[in-house]
Structure formats: C-alpha cells, structure tokens
C-alpha cells in the first residue's frame, strides 16, 4: 500500500509542475530563451513501477491518465538599438538615415502598429524627416528611385494618413524601420539629433532595463506596439522603444575676409584689395568644379571677386604661388558657378573688360588653415561720381564633407545665435547661386571711400560753361526792361523795371553736391532775387542774401532770376548782376555769370543840315532852302559772344511825323519825293506831299546801327 501511494504522489507532482511552467509563460517571467509558441500542448502522463512486497517476483507497472496544457498567447515587441549611435553628421547633410530593427517576440504571429501621420517617430534637434518607411524587402534601404517617394517595396510610416499595421510578422522575426534626416543647415556644432521610435517606457521587470516587451501596451501618443488579430494576448498587447543619436559635428566652414584702404581716393588712383580664406569648421573645404570644360583649373576651391562699380580691372598685384586665375569679361554679374559666367582661363588683351575674377587656391583649404595676400588692383574710373564710396564684396566656394557647396561672403556680419556668444554667421548654401554680390541687398560690403572735388559752372540757360569775352566768369545774359525808358539819350528812367533771367547751374564736380547762390555784385539800389521752382518762391540774393541749390554728380538744373531796375537810372545803359554759384564740397570753386539789364537797348539819333539844293553845300536856312534830316539808330547792347544770349532789336519802325508832338515840318516844308533812304529798311510814305514817313528794320544786332535819311524843302 506504501508502494501505491507514493506511485500516485509522483504523478501529481508531474501535472502540477506542467501547470507551473505554463503559467510563468503567460506572466512573462519566463527565461531569457524564446518563448514556447503559444498553442502548444503540454501532455503530461504519470507511470509507476512496484512489487508485491512479498520479496519475490514479477515487478509491476502502472499508468496515469493524461492531463494536457495548451500554452496561451503571451504578447511581446523589442525594438533594437536602445541609446544607439551612428557616424557623426555635418549642418545642411540630408538623407541620413536611422535603421531600427523591430523584433516580434511574442509566442505567435502578430502585425506591428505604427501611428498614423508619423506620430510613432520623434526626432531630437535641428532636423527634419525626409522618409520614413518599414523595410518590407528587407534590402536595407529606402526604395524611392530618388523621387522622393515611397516604392512599393517599402511602406510608407511618414505619410501615413491612418495607423499602419504591418504584417503578419512571424514570432521571433525581424523587419528594420529607416527614419531619414535631413540636418538642418543652422543645426550647431556638438548638438544631439536624435530619432526614437515608440515611447514605451523601461520594462519594470526584474533584471530588465530595456524599453521592450512592455506589457499591456497603453495607447499612448507616439507608440509602437503589437496589434494581435484574433483570441487575444494573456497580459495584453506589448509596446517598445528604441532610440539613435547622432552629434553634429562643425563641418567645412568658410570665412573670406578683405582689406582695403578706408579713402579717400581720388579718381585715376588704384586701390588694391587683399583677401584671404579660412576654413574655421572642423572639416576640410574640398573642391567644386566649374562648367566650360576648364580642366584643372575649373576645379579646386574659389575666391570669386567682382570688378566694383566706378572702377577698371588693372592687375593681379601680388599672388602667392598655386594660385591659378579665372577671368569673366561678362557684364551683369551672373551666377558665378554656371556657364552664364563664362570663365577663361586666358586674361583679356584689354584689362578694362575684366568683370570678376576667380581665384583657384587649390583642391582643398584644410581645418584650421588660411590662404592669404590674393590681391586685385583696379583703377578708379576718372569720371567717376565720388558721392558714393567705391564697394567690394567676394565670394569663397567650396564643398563641404557631405559634398555640398558652401559658400561665404567677405565682411559677413558678427550675430548672436541666442546662446550669449557672438558667432560669425554659418556658410551659406545657396542651391541656385548667390545672389548679385554687388545688390543694394547685401550688406556687407567694404567700402572705399573716394576723394570728392567740387565743381561748377554757372552760365546763360542751357549753357551753364558758356565764356564770355575772357573766361567762363564774364558770360552774360542781357535783357532790357521795357517800362519808364521812353526818355531820350542821356535822359533817367522815370519807371521802376522788371527783368527775369534763366540761368543753368551744372554740377561739375566728381559727387552730389549742394551749392551756394549769391550776387556778389549788383548796382545801387537794383534788388536780385533767385528763385529754384521756377518762380513760385523767391529769394533775395542782394545786399549778402544767399540760397542752396543741391544737384547730383553731372545733373543740371535751372534758376530764375528776377532783377528789379530802380527809376532814375540812365536809359540806354547795361547794369551789370553777377550771379556766383559755390560749391558746398569745395568752397573755393566758383563761377560767375552776368544778368545783364538794360534800361533800353535801340538809341536813336537825329541830325539835320541846310543845303541851297538837294546836293549842294550848306547854305543859311531860307525859303527855297533844303532840310536833310538823318536818324541813326543803334543797337547798344554788347558785342555778341558765341553762347551769350544778346539782345536783338526786331520789327524796328521809326517813324517821321511832320505833324506829331512838336514836329512841324509838315507846316513848313514839302517833302522831297524819293530823298528817304535807309539801305537796311524799307521805306513807306515816300509821295509827292508826305507828311509821314516810316523806316521798317527787321533786326537790328548788337553793335550794329543804321541810319534813315529824307530831305524837305522850305517852303
């Protein structure tokens, strides 16, 4: 009886060891070694061996029943690297991709959630997701045929418009998730990018630090977990993380600086501009190539240069050795880095058609180095407008260690990134080129400041360099008042007159300049105003008054001067205005012109003489005697000067009434027929018994004169 008894106790011991090991299973404490696939029966069946007692023989044997144990489903996900690395990346490196591999490890075949709309990936620091796909072809890489996007040998997890789940995945296998960045290229040196897929925390189990096999999964915002179709998992569904960082390293990183002489320079001089290259990143600066099939000289890295504005190109000045020189006689200044630029390694016969200059330093510029004292001399332009100082600004080219072109400005500006300390800017990146170098948009260029010299000329209206009989301070204007001159020669005016004048004021000078208006000379008692609008305002200029007149390089521009003539000057007379223009820039260069204002310009003349017959001598005046009458008339403005505007006396009638004012030849004389003569005008009023006579002149030219005759006799 012992004997049974401890038979039945061996089988019971059996079945409850079976139960035991399923039910670790389903708790997942179980060993490290994979766990037994779930629907797997555990049969269990008890046997037993035992004698009579009697000492003899046969021995005998038994046999329990059969107990059997199906495993249950236990849920389980890791996702490998935890806290991985991969190769440092550089500002502005794209496509860098981030391999995870997701590992089913639940006891069955399951799928594998992903969120929709990328949510089970985030990514850490200055980057961006390109793509993001689950590896379905297992070849390790994104299938996009460079289209950016998604083959469909891969699936899509960044795109994703609803919640991908992917499978079925078979228990312990494997599928890889690749997360592609693109670094943004402001992304700081030493910084973390980093891209963790799910958010499950740290196993709690015992002796488990990882974020895997996290049970039951919780629905969080950004997680990956097991999406079991079918009877559902002891436990629940299983959520895991994994995570890989990557550092930012400083990569090629270029700073052109340039010096040049501060100014002022005077025109027809050279400046000389000196640059140098660093490469301050931690990387090596490689080598672009340029189109146009340069060979070994379209390669290397470049410090691109244009000709400034205001200036020719002259020479190279002083050059380091391996240096080899591009030039580019295209106008416009296009993107250096294309075929539109036109590079030659031959340097035009004439130097003035050079537009840019490029510089080869060599294949590489490496960390830490500079290249320094390459030198462009140009010659400032002797027209040129010193208002403004000379710009420069250059550009260095080079790749970067993830085969971008970088690029950098000379003079780029010291900023402050928000970290406290002052950091020269970035390299710039410019896909489509840089843009214009010399654009009022840049700001960073050097400037030269030239040497302005004032200069101006004052003259007649359009003809502000006008010379008069001597030099370019005597030209003149004359013009005559027309009121209170009615008074013969030697007479007063018994009228105040008005005159206006038009002068033109020419900057003459290299720069904008404002200049001053004065009438350093004016006669007693006349008033000079200027006006600038074209007589809306005036001001006076007499007695020291002064107005500005500003004008830009080479313009001109017209003024008004209004002179008033006091009453009791003597007709017939030029009263002599100087007008002086003064340079602001250069107070010493002046020029002067004349208003001149006449107080009447066509003087008349009159004689007569008694004559005993039309030709004979002078006889006493008698009856039967003969009067000649001659009339002079005169121009008496100044000689004509080329460029002088002078007064001309036109549609000039004198006229010889017997009978008007206190004329009264026609109450004692008869005209003589056909005695008026004038060989410059034409004659009216010659019949037998005219008492009225006129002389027509149609002009009448400074300094030239003429006289009218006509002979009557007493009666």
Same mark, same amino acid.
């Given at each position: ?214 049970? /039951? ?111 580019? =006689? ?65 550009? $260095? ?34 896909? #489509?080129?840089? /843009? ?23 003259? /007649? #209206? ?17 013009? !005559? ?16 007159? =008005? ?75 030029? @009263? ?30 009159? #004689? ?10 002078? $006889? ?17 403005? !100044? ?59 149609? !002009?009448?030219? /400074?300094?030239?004169?003429?006289? @009218?005759?006509? =002979?009557?006799?007493?009666?």
């Amino acid at each position: 009886m012992r004997t049974l008894l401890q038979t039945r106790l061996t089988a019971t011991a059996l079945f409850s060891l079976a139960v035991l090991v399923a039910l670790l299973c389903a708790t997942g404490t179980q060993p490290a070694s994979a766990q037994t696939a779930a629907d797997t029966i555990i049969s269990n069946t008890a046997t037993a061996t035992y004698t009579d007692g009697s000492g003899g023989s046969p021995t005998y044997t038994a046999t329990s029943p059969t107990v059997t144990v199906t495993v249950a489903r236990v849920a389980g996900l890791s996702i490998t690297p935890d806290n991985g690395t991969i190769s440092n990346v550089v500002p502005g490196q794209s496509n860098v991709d981030f391999t995870f591999t997701v590992t089913n490890s639940s006891n069955y075949a399951t799928n594998v959630l992903f969120l929709a709309n990328r949510a089970s990936i985030a990514v850490g620091g200055s980057a961006t997701v390109a793509m993001a796909v689950i590896d379905a072809n297992g070849d390790g890489q994104i299938d996009n045929n460079n289209d950016g996007n998604v083959d469909a040998g891969d699936v899509d997890i960044k795109n994703n418009a609803a919640n991908v789940s992917y499978g079925p995945v078979a228990r312990n296998g494997s599928f890889l998730v690749i997360v592609r960045l693109n670094i943004n290229a402001a992304a700081a040196a030493g910084s973390n990018i980093s891209v963790t897929l799910g958010d499950a925390p740290v196993n709690g189990q015992p002796g488990d630090t990882t974020h895997d096999n996290v049970k /039951p999964a919780n629905n969080s915002a950004n997680e990956v977990r097991t999406d079991t179709t079918g009877a559902a998992p002891v436990g629940g569904e299983a959520e895991a993380r994994g995570d890989v960082h990557s550092t930012v390293d400083s990569d090629a990183q270029l700073r052109l600086n340039l010096s040049a002489p501060a100014g002022p320079v005077a025109r027809g001089s050279d400046i000389t501009y000196t640059w140098s290259l660093d490469n301050t990143g931690a990387r090596a600066a490689t080598a672009i190539t340029l189109p146009g099939g340069l060979g070994a000289a379209g390669t290397g890295v470049f410090v691109m240069v244009p000709i400034p504005a205001k200036t020719v190109f002259k020479n190279l000045g002083t050059l380091p050795g391996g240096v080899t020189v591009l030039y580019s =006689t295209v106008a416009g200044l296009p993107d250096p880095l294309t075929a539109a630029a036109a590079w030659s390694t031959t340097a035009p016969a004439d130097p003035t058609t050079v537009k840019r200059i490029a510089y080869n330093i060599g294949n590489s510029l490496a960390v830490g180095a500079t290249f320094s004292n390459l030198q462009t001399v140009v010659t400032v332009s002797a027209t040129a407008d010193t208002t403004n100082p000379v710009f420069e600004i250059g550009d $260095a080219f080079a790749k970067n260690g993830v085969n971008a072109t970088i690029t950098d400005q000379s003079g780029d500006a010291v900023v402050n990134k928000g970290d406290g300390n002052a950091n020269y800017d970035e390299p710039k990146i410019y896909p #489509s080129g840089p /843009p214009d170098p010399l654009s009022a948009t840049q700001g960073y260029q050097l400037p030269t400041t030239l040497l302005q010299v004032g200069s101006v000329f004052i003259g /007649p #209206s359009g003809a502000p360099q006008a010379v008069g009989p001597t030099n370019n301070n005597d030209d003149f204007t004359n013009l !005559s008042t027309s009121t209170g001159i009615n008074v013969p020669p030697g007479g007063n005016t018994n009228a105040v007159g =008005t005159v206006t004048f038009t002068n033109t004021v020419q900057n003459a000078g290299n720069a904008n300049d404002t200049f001053t208006l004065s009438a350093p000379t004016v006669p007693a008692g006349f008033i000079v105003e200027i006006s600038k609008d074209g007589g809306a305002t005036w001001t006076t200029v007499s007695g020291g008054g002064s107005t500005t007149l500003a004008l830009g390089f080479g313009s001109t521009a017209d003024i008004k001067v209004r002179v008033t003539v006091p009453s009791g000057n003597t007709v017939l007379t030029g @009263f002599d205005n100087v007008i002086r223009a003064a340079s602001g820039i250069t107070p010493a260069a002046t020029n002067d012109t004349i208003d001149r204002a006449y107080t009447g310009f066509l003087s008349l003349g009159k #004689s007569s003489r008694v004559l005993d017959a039309p030709n004979g001598s002078v $006889a006493q005046p008698v009856p039967g005697n003969y009067i000649e009458y001659t009339i002079t008339y005169q121009n008496i403005a !100044s000689a004509n000067v080329a460029g002088n505007p002078n007064l001309t006396a036109t549609n000039v009638v004198v006229t010889e009434n017997g009978s008007a004012g206190t004329n009264n030849w026609a109450s004692f004389t008869d005209y003589v027929l056909n005695s008026a003569v004038d060989p410059g005008g034409v004659i009216a009023g010659n019949s037998a018994g005219s008492t009225t006579l006129t002389d027509t002149i149609a !002009s009448v030219a /400074p300094q030239a004169s003429g006289t @009218f005759k006509f =002979t009557v006799k007493i009666r």
